[in-house]
């Protein structure tokens, strides 16, 4: 994606479909000249003339034909205190698709180009508005599935990502500068007293940068979702528990064992935490082809989750089924739960808490609506165990940060481990200059174009 200086964007800024407004946005030194040839004011003054950052009520037009398009209010706001930090003008006419998509033609035959996805934000990184985090917020903000991950992402848009990097930075230009001092003088070698001081900061700003590190697991739950795997062999009440906890009926239900055959995914907002929901194919030796593929895909599914509940059923003896399954998860983090125990109880529950005793067990009836409320605690707790806090502390949700922040560790271990070893200044000036770079990059200090371009493909069409 390549930015035409004097280019001047355009797109709908609202979700397709029927709605009372859609919002047509332009942005760019045109913005203002296009929107005024296609707009007359009730008022009858040119859009011009009219005051900035007011809603202006009247009407776009077809220019070649004078017919009516829609009735609309419609904003100006001068550059640079705008999104984009350019000439920005908002139509605001009716919902749906028609109107939008008609205003939007005649703006593009007035000359405004097309946006692409994600590139008013990336003119708000290029003008300077919003460092790389804080765009990548504002995405993150748009798709948040649940209030935690809301809060995350807004307070990164706010900085606070990019401040507490910024004290880790600042620490480290201080090393900077006190080793080049004593490179620019090599016949004094590095007192041993400096060196003490360098080697310290270095070390404080290791342990920010491992502190932050220590919230990317947490971070990715709060962004992607916890992904959850509801995993027993069929017919234990698995899709009644997708459905119990949806609260409604998504999942086919039947007495009939195989009834799911493909894995069903639905995100769940638990007391804030978003879920990532898969209600899975019964797991059992079978010569159904269809089930079969089920069974395969729900390991698949199994082996990429952040938790599995392995549902087993009271009124049953433990199966060899039940004990396959049992050795697939031995190695995951597992929730194990006892359904429909209102029917007279056969399983030995025993046989599993002895060999499994780090899972939770909790017993439950879905037809009776009991133990829902106990699962819902137990995986709450055991989310908030991993670090997340609530909101409040500055947290890695992207696996990019994640990996910048890894490559900064260990030059920063380099750096530390030079200076110990008594190595000369220099090289340890090498290994501050990568920490610092792999920091950067995370605000978008020093970045390649390719990888912008990466990032904002993602974005979508209008924002
Ligand atoms: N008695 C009793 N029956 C239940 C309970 N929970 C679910 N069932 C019944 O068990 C049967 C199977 O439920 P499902 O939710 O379809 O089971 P599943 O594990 O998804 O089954 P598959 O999709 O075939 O793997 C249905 O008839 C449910 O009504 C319970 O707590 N007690
Ligand atoms: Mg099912």
Same mark, same amino acid.
């Given at each position: 994606?390549?930015?035409?200086?004097?280019?001047?964007i355009?797109?709908?800024?609202?979700?397709?479909?029927?709605?009372?407004?859609?919002i047509?946005?332009?942005?760019?030194?045109?913005a203002?000249?296009?929107?005024?040839r296609?707009?007359?004011?009730?008022?009858?003054?040119? =859009?011009?003339?009219?005051?900035?950052?007011?809603?202006?009520?009247?009407?776009?037009?077809?220019?070649?034909?004078?017919?009516?398009?829609?009735?609309?209010?419609?904003?100006?706001?001068?550059?640079?205190?705008?999104?984009?930090?350019?000439?920005?003008?908002?139509?605001?006419?009716?919902?749906?698709?028609?109107?939008?998509?008609?205003?939007?033609?005649?703006?593009?035959?007035?000359?405004?180009?097309?946006?692409?996805?994600?590139?008013?934000?990336?003119?708000?990184?290029?003008?300077?508005? =919003?460092?790389?985090?804080?765009?990548?917020?504002?995405?993150?903000?748009?798709?948040?599935?649940?209030?935690?991950?809301?809060?995350?992402?807004?307070?990164?848009?706010?900085?606070?990502?990019?401040?507490?990097?910024?004290e880790?930075?600042?620490?480290?230009?201080?090393?900077?500068?006190?080793?080049?001092?004593?490179?620019?003088?090599?016949?004094h070698?590095?007192?041993?007293?400096?060196?003490?001081?360098?080697?310290?900061?270095?070390?404080?700003?290791?342990?920010?940068?491992?502190? =932050?590190?220590?919230?990317?697991?947490?971070?990715?739950?709060?962004?992607?979702?916890?992904?959850?795997?509801?995993?027993?062999?069929?017919?234990?009440?698995?899709?009644?528990?997708?459905?119990?906890?949806?609260?409604?009926?998504?999942?086919?239900?039947?007495?009939?064992?195989?009834?799911?055959?493909?894995?069903?995914?639905?995100?769940?907002?638990?007391?804030?935490?978003?879920?990532?929901?898969?209600?899975?194919?019964?797991?059992?030796?079978?010569?159904?082809?269809?089930?079969?593929?089920?069974?395969?895909?729900?390991?698949?599914?199994?082996?990429?989750?952040?938790?599995?509940?392995?549902?087993?059923?009271?009124?049953?003896p433990?199966?060899?089924d039940?004990?396959?399954?049992?050795?697939?998860?031995?190695?995951?983090r597992?929730?194990?739960?006892?359904n429909?125990?209102?029917?007279?109880?056969?399983?030995?529950?025993?046989?599993?808490?002895?060999?499994?005793?780090?899972?939770?067990v909790?017993?439950?009836?879905?037809?009776?609506d009991?133990?829902?409320?106990?699962?819902?605690?137990?995986?709450?707790?055991?989310?908030?165990?991993?670090?997340?806090?609530?909101?409040?502390?500055?947290?890695?949700?992207?696996v990019?940060?994640?990996?910048c922040?890894r490559?900064?560790?260990?030059?920063?271990?380099?750096?530390?481990?030079?200076?110990?070893?008594?190595?000369?200044?220099?090289?340890?000036?090498?290994?501050?200059?990568?920490?610092?770079?792999?920091?950067?990059?995370?605000?978008g200090?020093?970045?390649?174009?390719?990888?912008?371009?990466?990032?904002?493909?993602d974005f979508?069409?209008?924002?």
């Open positions: 994606m390549i930015i035409r200086e004097g280019d001047t355009t797109a709908i800024a609202t979700a397709p479909g029927e709605s009372g407004i859609g047509v946005r332009i942005s760019g030194p045109e203002k000249r296009i929107a005024a296609a707009f007359r004011a009730v008022s009858g003054k040119p =859009l011009e003339e009219l005051p900035g950052r007011r809603m202006n009520y009247g009407h776009i037009y077809n220019p070649d034909s004078g017919e009516i398009i829609d009735e609309v209010l419609v904003a100006t706001m001068k550059a640079p205190h705008t999104y984009t930090r350019e000439d920005v003008v908002e139509i605001h006419c009716h919902g749906g698709n028609a109107a939008v998509r008609k205003i939007l033609e005649i703006i593009v035959d007035l000359g405004a180009r097309v946006a692409e996805p994600g590139e008013f934000t990336k003119r708000a990184f290029i003008n300077g508005r =919003l460092d790389l985090s804080q765009a990548e917020a504002v995405m993150d903000i748009i798709h948040s599935k649940s209030e935690m991950g809301l809060k995350t992402a807004v307070s990164q848009l706010e900085g606070r990502l990019s401040r507490y990097l910024d880790i930075k600042d620490k480290l230009l201080s090393v900077m500068a006190g080793v080049e001092a004593s490179i620019d003088f090599p016949e070698d590095i007192e041993e007293q400096t060196r003490e001081v360098l080697l310290m900061d270095t070390r404080q700003a290791e342990d920010m940068v491992e502190r =932050l590190l220590s919230t990317s697991s947490g971070g990715r739950i709060v962004r992607e979702g916890l992904k959850t795997a509801i995993i027993g062999k069929p017919n234990v009440g698995k899709s009644s528990l997708l459905n119990a906890l949806l609260r409604e009926n998504r999942a086919i239900v039947t007495e009939v064992p195989g009834t799911t055959r493909d894995v069903i995914e639905e995100y769940i907002n638990l007391k804030g935490i978003p879920l990532r929901l898969m209600d899975t194919a019964g797991i059992r030796e079978t010569d159904d082809l269809v089930e079969s593929i089920g069974v395969e895909k729900t390991r698949e599914y199994m082996e990429n989750a952040d938790l599995v509940l392995l549902m087993l059923d009271a009124a049953r433990l199966s060899q039940d004990r396959k399954i049992l050795d697939i998860i031995k190695d995951k597992a929730i194990v739960l006892i429909k125990t209102d029917l007279e109880i056969k399983l030995n529950v025993e046989e599993i808490t002895k060999k499994y005793h780090e899972w939770p909790i017993h439950m009836s879905l037809i009776k009991m133990g829902l409320d106990v699962l819902e605690d137990t995986i709450y707790n055991l989310v908030f165990s991993d670090g997340i806090t609530s909101g409040d502390a500055v947290m890695v949700t992207r990019r940060h994640a990996d922040l490559r900064a560790k260990r030059s920063l271990e380099d750096a530390i481990k030079a200076m110990g070893n008594g190595l000369p200044i220099d090289l340890v000036s090498i290994d501050i200059k990568a920490a610092l770079e792999a920091l950067g990059e995370i605000t200090d020093n970045i390649t174009e390719d990888i912008v371009d990466r990032i904002f493909e979508c069409i209008g924002k």
